[in-house]
């Protein structure tokens, strides 16, 4: 049975640009990267994307995404890939109900090696709207253009700020 021990949990008290954990030990087979996440921005559908940097990268094309798309309220559907900067994770906006947030879960498979380009699959659904009927949810596969091990994770929004009580826990999973 895998085991699976929190590496790291920061919940801010205060809005702020980004959460980073770095040194992360390079013991585990696994990572899973959990996210309960609130966002300033307020602008659809960009109030529904926070970044997640692998090792500081923000390299065009680094990222790759391919997945489903599932928008509520009004009702649509869309999958596809993309290349971007950075992993993609979805909130909620600070013009949402202020006990709304965005969750995510992010596993990074082999994170330790060397030999080979990462990748690995994440779940994230938000609110995006003033009631709970609009939601928008994301299941997809995603992969790093690198072979380097993964040493740091940084969550953050470009030109604006992730909300206190946002959560960024890091779990190691198998030994």
Do not use: C
């Amino acid at each position: 049975m895998a085991v699976a021990e929190q590496i790291s949990q920061v919940t801010l008290s205060s809005d702020a640009a980004s959460i980073t954990i770095g040194s992360i030990p390079q013991t585990y087979k696994t990572l899973e990267a959990r996210v309960v996440l609130r966002m300033d921005n307020t602008s659809f559908p960009f109030s529904t994307r926070a970044r997640m940097a692998i090792n500081g990268s923000s390299t065009a094309s680094q990222y790759f995404h391919f997945g489903q798309e599932l928008l509520w309220n009004p009702p649509s559907f869309d999958q596809g890939s993309v290349h971007e900067t950075d992993l993609l994770l979805q909130g909620t906006s600070s013009n949402s109900s202020a006990n709304m947030f965005g969750y995510s879960t992010m596993t990074f498979n082999n994170y330790t090696s060397t030999s080979h380009k990462k990748g690995g699959h994440f779940n994230t659904q938000a609110y995006i709207g003033t009631g709970y009927r609009q939601q928008r949810a994301l299941k997809a596969g995603w992969s790093w253009n690198q072979t380097a091990a993964i040493t740091s994770l940084e969550l953050g929004i470009a030109g604006t700020n992730l909300k206190a009580g946002t959560t960024f826990t890091l779990v190691g999973i198998g030994t």
